[in-house]
C-alpha cells in the first residue's frame, strides 16, 4: 500500500511512521506542517528512506491537499495531525478549530475526490483512518467502567470538543457520501519523541534540570497510559483488519493518578540520573489545576483485542524505563526544543 500519513513530524506520527517502515512493506507519503509540535529531527533518520517522501504541507489548505491527493493517489489515508495539547487549547482555541475540524474537512473531502475516481481493487482496498483520543467521551467518576465504543460524546476543553467535531465528520463522510472510513479512540501515549509540554517529557526534563515539577491540582486526575510503539502497532492493525465504518477504542489498561506516575518516574530517575541531593520527587509542586480538567480517563480496549487480535506489548515498568532512558541518551532533541533551535530547521525546508 501507498499510505499517506498525516502529523509524522510529531510524536505519535514519528513512531508510527518508524514503526511501518520497519516492519512492513509499505510506502509512505508523510505530510506535516511543521508546527512548534513539528520536528524534522524526530524523522531525520527517515527522511531518506526509499519508501518514504515527506511533504511539508498544511491541511488547512484544501487546495494543496486536493492536489495533492491527486497527485499521489494513496490506497490508503491515516490522518494524524492535529493540534494536540489541552493547555495550549484553552490559552488559544482558535488553531484547535482550523487544525482539527477545517483541516478533517479538507482531508475528507479531498480523500473522497480520488476515492471516487478508483476503480476495482483500489476502490475495494481504500480507507481512510481518523485518530481521535478518548478525550471525546468526557471524564469518568472513579468506580465507573472505562468508555467503551458507544459511550455518548460528552468532551469538555476545546481540543476535546473540536477532536469529537471532526469524529463526527468522519462518520457524516461515511454515512452521506460512502467514504470507507475507519476510527480509533486513545488513551494518553508516552514514550520517545514527545514534545516536553507533555506530562511526561515535563517531569522527565524537569528533575533533570533540577527544577520544580508542577503536578496539577491535588495530582489525582487518572489517565490510562500506553506506550506509543503499541498504539503504532493497533493503528496499523485497524488498518488492515478494522471493518469499514467501525470505531475502536485502543488503550493500555493502565491506570495511574498523575501523582503515582510521576513519582515513578522520579523513582527511575534517582536510580538512572540520581539528583545532587535527596530524590527528585522532593522537587514535586503542587501547582493550580487545569481549568475543566477532566477527573479519569479509562479505555475497554475489548473490541479491539477480541476483533483483531491486538495486544500491547509493554507493560507501565517496561515502558516508563524505554521513555526515561531514552530521553537521558537523546538530550539534543530536547535540549534544541529548549532553547527554540529545532525551530530554525524549518527554514530551507525541502518539498
Ligand atoms: P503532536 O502535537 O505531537 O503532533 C501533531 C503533528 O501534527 C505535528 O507534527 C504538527 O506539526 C502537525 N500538524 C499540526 N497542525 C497541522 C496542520 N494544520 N497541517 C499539517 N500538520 C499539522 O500530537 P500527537 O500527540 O502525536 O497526536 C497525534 C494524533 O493522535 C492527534 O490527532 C491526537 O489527537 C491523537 N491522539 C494523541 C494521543 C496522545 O496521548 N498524544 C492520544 C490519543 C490520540
Ligand atoms: O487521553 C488522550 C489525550 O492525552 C490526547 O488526546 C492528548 O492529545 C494528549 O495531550 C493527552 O491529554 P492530557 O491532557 O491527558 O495529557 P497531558 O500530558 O497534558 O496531561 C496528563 C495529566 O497530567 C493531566 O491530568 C494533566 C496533568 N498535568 C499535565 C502537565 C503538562 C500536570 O499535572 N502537570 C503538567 O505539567
Redesign the pocket.
Given at each position: 500500500m501507498k499510505i499517506l500519513i498525516t502529523g509524522t513530524a510529531g510524536f505519535i506520527g514519528s513512531n508510527l511512521l518508524r514503526v511501518i517502515l520497519k516492519d512492513t512493506p509499505h510506502s509512505v507519503v508523510s505530510v506535516d506542517a511543521l508546527t512548534y509540535a513539528g520536528n524534522r529531527a524526530s524523522i531525520a533518520d527517515l527522511m531518506d528512506h526509499p519508501r518514504h517522501r515527506f511533504v511539508h504541507a498544511d491541511i488547512c489548505d484544501a487546495a494543496r491537499m486536493r492536489a495533492l491527493f491527486e497527485k499521489e493517489q494513496p490506497d490508503a489515508v491515516m490522518h494524524l495531525a492535529?493540534e494536540?495539547?489541552?493547555?495550549r487549547s484553552i490559552d488559544g482555541p482558535g488553531a484547535f478549530v482550523q487544525t482539527n475540524i477545517v483541516g478533517t474537512f479538507n482531508l475528507l473531502q479531498a480523500a473522497r475526490a480520488v476515492y471516487e475516481s478508483y476503480e476495482g481493487a483500489q476502490k475495494e482496498g481504500f480507507r481512510f483512518l481518523h485518530v481521535s483520543?478518548?478525550?471525546v467521551f468526557g471524564s469518568l467518576g472513579m468506580g465507573d467502567p472505562g468508555f467503551t465504543e458507544t459511550t455518548p460524546y460528552n468532551p469538555h476543553s476545546p481540543?476535546?470538543a473540536s477532536?469529537a467535531a471532526s469524529d463526527h465528520l468522519v462518520r457524516a463522510w461515511a454515512d452521506t457520501f460512502e467514504l470507507p472510513v475507519l476510527l480509533t479512540n486513545?488513551?494518553?501515549?508516552y514514550g520517545p519523541y514527545q514534545f516536553p509540554?507533555?506530562?511526561?517529557p515535563?517531569?522527565i526534563l524537569k528533575c533533570l534540570r533540577g527544577e520544580p515539577i508542577?503536578?496539577?491540582?491535588k495530582?489525582e486526575?487518572v489517565?490510562d497510559w500506553l506506550y506509543v510503539d503499541d498504539h503504532a502497532r493497533a493503528l496499523l492493525c485497524v488498518l488492515e483488519k478494522g471493518q469499514k465504518g467501525q470505531s475502536y477504542n485502543i488503550g493500555g489498561n493502565n491506570e495511574r493518578s498523575?501523582i503515582e506516575w510521576?513519582r515513578s518516574i522520579c523513582a527511575l530517575l534517582d536510580e538512572l540520573a540520581p539528583a545532587q541531593n535527596g530524590s527528585h520527587a522532593d522537587k514535586i509542586s503542587f501547582?493550580t489545576d487545569?481549568p475543566g480538567?477532566?477527573l479519569r480517563?479509562a479505555i475497554d480496549a475489548s473490541k479491539i483485542r477480541r476483533e483483531l487480535g491486538w495486544q500491547p506489548s509493554e507493560n507501565a515498568d517496561s515502558g516508563l524505563r524505554k521513555t526515561v532512558s531514552w530521553y537521558l541518551e537523546n538530550r539534543p532533541w530536547w535540549e534544541n526544543i529548549l532553547s527554540g533551535d529545532y525551530r530554525l530547521e524549518r527554514i530551507g525546508v525541502g518539498r
Open positions: 492535529a494536540s495539547h489541552v493547555d483520543t478518548d478525550e481540543y476535546s477532536k486513545c488513551s494518553n501515549n509540554e507533555k506530562l511526561i515535563v517531569v508542577p503536578v496539577y491540582g495530582g486526575n489517565r498523575n510521576v501547582v487545569r480538567h477532566d480517563y
